[in-house]
């Protein structure tokens, strides 16, 4: 089945880090951008991160910038997600998605119809 895997979440203490993990089953991300999402509790889901196809044009939330790094594998045909200094605002589901049309997608909006879409990872920060 095509489809795009997360794993990676879990509960870390405040100013603790995590890497998440969003491997593509099925296909190739050589010609797929991918964003990062995160919806937590009574929330809006929110863009948090993207990386383009080409694995080198990024872009973050500015909750997120200066903590958070995306980064594309290809030999493992997997996109990361390195979250350091976690905060407790940061507890939510993480989900990633993958769309091949880099342009649309790079403003990461949480509404636009994705080719793939993941399950989610929960993030718990909490001491």
């Known amino acids: 089945q095509v489809r795009v895997v997360e794993s990676g979440g879990g509960l870390v203490e405040p100013g603790g880090s995590l890497r998440l993990s969003c491997a593509a089953i099925g296909f190739t991300l050589d010609y797929y951008a991918v964003v990062w999402f995160r919806q937590a509790p009574g929330r809006e889901r929110e863009g948090v991160s993207y990386?383009?196809?080409?694995?080198?044009?990024?872009n973050y939330a500015d909750s997120v910038k200066g903590r958070f790094t995306i980064s594309k594998d290809r030999a493992k045909n997997t996109v990361y997600l390195q979250m350091n200094s976690l905060k407790p605002e940061d507890t939510a589901i993480y989900y990633c998605a993958a769309d091949s049309k880099d342009w649309m997608i790079s403003n990461m909006s949480p509404t636009y119809d994705y080719d793939y879409r993941g399950q989610g990872t929960q993030v718990t920060v909490s001491s």
């Open positions: 990386i383009a196809s080409n694995g080198w044009e990024t």
